[in-house]
């Protein structure tokens, strides 16, 4: 079955700077992967996504990047702010089934 | 609120005690799912569901049980056998093979 790597645990910034957040997978075949952002105590909310046929995607200050080659994938933000903070999920389908496998999370603070 | 509702918010559980958490979505999607979220563990999925009257094991099914009798309720049976309960639990739906999950506001289960 499909395998999620994320790193780092935990990420401090400062506001303004850029945060980088990376996730591997183990199924070649996988051809989606989600990024979902979760406040303290809230539902999880998907911010951006990126299909296989493309390298990169960009949204205002975030984007995507994936490396099929390589089966990995990051999530940029740039110019951070302090509502950025929060826990942060990459995910990966598990081969045909519709169900996704998530990273273990990612803790971003950024301090103003 | 967001289509998919789950209840309740908080709910505690007696030692040897079964409890049922509700999930109903207004989305008209097939696929529904549950997840489990621990500290640093990221989301494991419980169960899911592409259709009516069909469900899967995903990897952490021991101790839980689901019924999927209509297109739009999910709800997630926590028995017994689960020794460890303690958690939050997360309900989400989609389009089937879309992947692109809505999640409901979720449940935090306590054992007293």
């Known amino acids: 079955g499909e395998n999620v790597e994320q790193h780092p645990s935990t990420l401090s910034v400062q506001e303004g700077d850029s945060a980088v957040i990376k996730c591997t997978y183990s199924?070649?075949?996988?051809?989606?992967f989600p990024w979902y952002k979760q406040e303290l105590g809230k539902r999880p909310q998907l911010i951006i996504d990126i299909r296989s046929n493309v390298g990169e995607k960009k949204d205002q200050r975030i984007a995507v990047t994936l490396n099929k080659t390589a089966k990995h994938f990051s999530l940029h933000i740039t110019e951070t702010q302090p509502e950025d903070s929060a826990v942060y999920f990459c995910?990966?389908?598990?081969?045909?089934?519709?169900?996704?496998?998530f990273g273990k999370g990612t803790k971003l603070s950024v301090k103003p | 609120d967001g289509g998919i509702t789950q209840s309740p918010k908080y709910l505690f559980r007696k030692e040897g005690q079964n409890v049922t958490l509700s999930c109903e979505q207004n989305?008209?999607?097939?696929?529904m799912y549950w997840y489990r979220q621990d500290p640093g563990q990221g989301l494991r999925l419980i169960y899911y569901s592409q259709i009516v009257n069909d469900f899967q094991k995903g990897d952490i099914a021991e101790g839980y049980s689901v019924s999927r009798e209509k297109k739009e309720s999910f709800p997630l049976t926590v028995t017994s056998a689960q020794k460890n309960p303690t958690a939050f639990y997360l309900c989400?739906?989609?389009?089937?093979?879309?992947?692109?999950?809505?999640f409901g506001s979720g449940t935090r289960l306590t054992v007293v």
């Open positions: 989400a739906s989609s389009i089937v093979q879309d992947y692109g999950y809505t």
């Open positions: 989305l008209n999607h097939d696929a």
């Open positions: 995910a990966a389908p598990e081969g045909s089934q519709g169900n996704l496998i």
């Open positions: 199924d070649s075949a996988s051809n989606y």
